[in-house]
């Protein structure tokens, strides 16, 4: 069966009764959403802050392929696993995209026999949060524009608005527009464009905030452009924008409660994109999970030299969480792939390959190990087509490294299938207290920061940059110069080339542009040609996505 038709086939509990059971949560404080899926209140989350937090376990992979990797079903797995074992466990993932469930990537609530329910909702609008964000973000944009037609008091130069405007769709036509055509009556004639709701600072924002009051005064502090003398900087609460956005915002701030397939409790919020944001859930529904349960397993975006780079640098930073352990998934095809196989042999036995392609592996081993001082386990997503001897390959190698390389086949099995991982994961967080530390402190200059990032994680041997760059650099280090650092590149590669497989080592980044994101708090370091605003690809999933006569979803996966 499909991932759908498994998800439209599970006995799927009353989301209020069972957050009561499981958690001892009052249906007083769940905002239900149909039967299904609810939202927590703030009010309950506040009470909870005298609770002891549990373990937080992250789970992260190797760099994407076309083969598939399957952090989030893992995710999904190893929290069922968990919980078969008597453990109270709650898993928090992001939110899925429109965007990329209409492109290429298709949704993002786990696989097989490890899913989050209800997965057509999960996937398609889910509790309106992203288009929460998204009108709120585009109220701002609005207002800009409206400001500058009724006089300009505030002097915003229309050449250096920095705020563009957003759809959750990935629309390559909409990348750069022009906004006030069609003479006076409609505004002033400017370049614009358009980013996906994911990219949105609001989206930053929302998965950064502790509080409704932390949320709005983060929402004033954003930097819509500058004045004429290119330096004074336009916030949005001059426009007085940020009271209407958090109002918006009201119930988008409030964690999303669902379930797995096997009834275990799901904290779904937030969703920003890995490879241009920090690809990180909220804090908020992280910090929920820590004190609803003894242990919350969480996902980081796309390979650990992203996702994980930034759950840990920016949002454990900013929070002061701070992980048990991490798992990292691999799969047998994904290495074979990073070993040069074509992905139509992906399936052949290829032991040669395999041990070239481990060196994608090992860096990130080396990287969550080393650079961070965390304890690593190695989840081996499972396949039909893996043969005994590539098993075999990857456990010796990986025992060499000296962690611990668990095959498990939740995909096919769900918890059942992922108990051994359980059990070494267990073994870690239950035994030991990890020495976790940064990979650059806060003091270090920006430039510095960018350049640690790109040659402890990436291998690379330097970083480069144009006198343009290099200068507003300098300038953004006046004032923002303790702020942590979210590389936007691409996710294929430990280079900027996503052609670059494996462990590519002594190439030299470029940093093309640099945004501030001042109400997020971080420094965007854009590295080589990467696109807030994806396109589809020449055949889109939405193609294949359908609804019958009986309002029967197919097609989405």
């Known amino acids: 069966m499909s991932d759908i038709e498994i998800a439209q086939q599970a006995k799927m509990r009353p989301i209020i009764g069972l957050a009561e059971e499981k958690l001892g949560i009052p249906a007083e404080h769940l905002d239900p959403y149909g039967h299904y899926k609810a939202k927590l209140s703030l009010e309950y989350l506040n009470s909870l802050n005298d609770q002891q937090d549990g373990k937080l376990i992250l789970v992260t992979a190797i760099s994407p392929t076309p083969a598939g990797e399957g952090k989030t079903t893992t995710t999904v797995g190893l929290g069922d696993a968990l919980n078969r074992l008597g453990k109270k466990t709650i898993i928090c993932l992001r939110e899925p995209s429109l965007g990329p469930c209409f492109g290429m990537k298709g949704g993002a609530a786990g696989g097989g026999y490890s899913q989050v329910v209800p997965m057509e909702d999960i996937n398609l609008h889910f509790t309106g949060d992203f288009?929460?964000?998204?009108?709120?973000?585009?109220?701002?944009?609005?207002?800009?524009?409206?400001?500058?037609?009724?006089?300009?008091?505030?002097?915003?130069?229309?050449?250096?608005?920095?705020?563009?405007?957003?759809?959750?769709?990935?629309?390559?036509?909409?990348?750069?527009?022009?906004?006030?055509?069609?003479?006076?009556?409609?505004?002033?004639?400017?370049?614009?464009?358009?980013?996906?709701?994911?990219?949105?600072?609001?989206?930053?924002?929302?998965?950064?905030?502790?509080?409704?009051?932390?949320?709005?005064?983060?929402?004033?502090?954003?930097?819509?452009?500058?004045?004429?003398?290119?330096?004074?900087?336009?916030?949005?609460?001059?426009?007085?924008?940020?009271?209407?956005?958090?109002?918006?915002?009201?119930?988008?701030?409030?964690?999303?409660?669902?379930?797995?397939l096997e009834n275990n409790i799901a904290i779904i919020h937030g969703g920003p994109f890995a490879n241009i944001a920090h690809g990180c859930n909220t804090v908020t529904a992280t910090k929920t999970a820590l004190k609803l349960a003894d242990y919350a397993i969480t996902e980081a975006g796309f390979g650990a030299d992203l996702g994980a780079e930034k759950f840990l640098d920016i949002k454990c930073r900013m929070s002061g969480l701070k992980p048990s352990a991490v798992v990292l998934v691999a799969t047998v095809r994904a290495l074979k792939y990073h070993g040069g196989v074509a992905r139509e042999d992906l399936n052949n036995e290829n032991l040669e390959a395999l041990q070239q392609g481990f060196a994608n592996l090992e860096r990130h081993v080396h990287n969550v190990t080393q650079n961070y001082g965390l304890p690593c386990v190695i989840c081996l997503n499972h396949f039909t087509f893996d043969t005994e001897a590539e098993i075999a390959l990857l456990q010796e190698k990986c025992a060499a490294l000296g962690v611990k390389c668990v095959v498990s086949k939740h995909w096919a099995k769900g918890g059942a299938g992922a108990e051994e991982l359980a059990k070494e994961v267990l073994d870690i967080v239950d035994q030991r207290e990890p020495a976790f530390n940064y990979v650059y402190d806060d003091d270090m200059p920006l430039w510095d920061k960018i350049e640690t990032i790109a040659t402890k994680l990436y291998g690379a041997a330097g970083i480069t940059a144009s006198p343009k760059v290099k200068n507003e650099i300098k300038m953004l280090q006046q004032i923002y110069g303790r702020f942590p650092v979210c590389m936007a590149k691409t996710q294929m590669s430990f280079s900027t080339d996503p052609a670059a497989k494996g462990a590519p080592s002594g190439h030299t980044v470029e940093i093309s542009e640099v945004r501030l994101a001042n109400g997020a708090g971080f420094i965007v370091a854009i590295a080589g040609d990467m696109m807030t605003m994806p396109g589809l690809p020449k055949s889109p999933a939405a193609e294949r996505i359908d609804i019958t006569d009986d309002g029967v979803i197919t097609g989405l996966f």
């Open 131 to 260: 288009h929460a964000i998204g009108v709120a973000h585009n109220l701002l944009s609005a207002m800009i524009d409206n400001h500058i037609n009724h006089g300009n008091e505030l002097g915003i130069d229309p050449r250096r608005i920095t705020w563009k405007r957003v759809v959750d769709m990935n629309d390559r036509a909409l990348r750069k527009i022009t906004v006030g055509q069609g003479g006076p009556a409609n505004g002033y004639l400017r370049e614009d464009g358009y980013d996906i709701v994911v990219a949105s600072e609001i989206m930053a924002i929302l998965c950064l905030a502790t509080s409704r009051a932390d949320l709005k005064e983060r929402l004033g502090r954003i930097v819509i452009g500058y004045k004429s003398d290119r330096v004074t900087p336009i916030y949005a609460r001059d426009l007085k924008a940020h009271g209407a956005m958090a109002a918006l915002l009201k119930e988008a701030i409030k964690p999303n409660l669902v379930q797995t």
